[in-house]
């Protein structure tokens, strides 16, 4: 089994698979300490409309947002433990690429950073700027994949 399952629902998003999955590759070793041996995740990269749906179901919140995390960490049959699902606002990113000066496959790889990072259970909105803090340091050691010019 792959660690990584991308499904990509929108004609957005052409060659955001193969990005993901070589961000991944790279990524799981920037995690090392706080990522459990054995994952398995998934990512969809959508419409924002569906974001949307998925943000007023879940959340509560009208709106569309650039993504959401799924949290899960059940034991899979395999052994593997599934960490759960990112959900990525396709046409989102793009806009917000353009706004912040990234490319588009910059702010995906962002996005799916940020969201791994809240499967791993971490939460800017409550953990005093921890989770911004490891965000940071990943996106200095993985400087291949991100520009440094904006934290």
């Known amino acids: 089994m792959n660690d990584l399952d991308v499904f990509i629902e929108t004609p957005c998003c052409e060659g955001c698979r193969k990005i993901l999955e070589e961000f991944w590759t790279e990524l799981k070793k920037q995690l090392n300490p706080f990522i459990p041996e054995n994952v398995f995740l998934e ?13 007023k179901t879940y959340r509560g919140k009208d709106a569309v947002t650039d993504v959401l995390s799924f949290e899960d960490g059940e034991k899979l049959p395999d052994g593997n433990i599934f960490l759960g699902s990112i959900v990525i606002a396709c046409t989102r990113a793009k806009q917000q690429a353009i706004d912040v000066g990234n490319s588009f496959e910059e702010e995906l790889r962002f996005l799916f950073l940020h969201g791994v990072l809240h499967l791993l259970g971490f939460d ?13 340091d990943i996106k200095k050691r993985l400087k291949d994949f991100f520009s440094l010019s904006e934290d």
Request: charged share 40%; no cysteine; glycine share 4%.
């Open 124 to 136: 800017h909105e409550k953990d005093n700027g921890e989770m911004f803090k490891i965000q940071r």
């Open 43 to 55: 990512v969809s990269v959508v419409e924002d409309e569906k974001v949307k749906s998925l943000n």
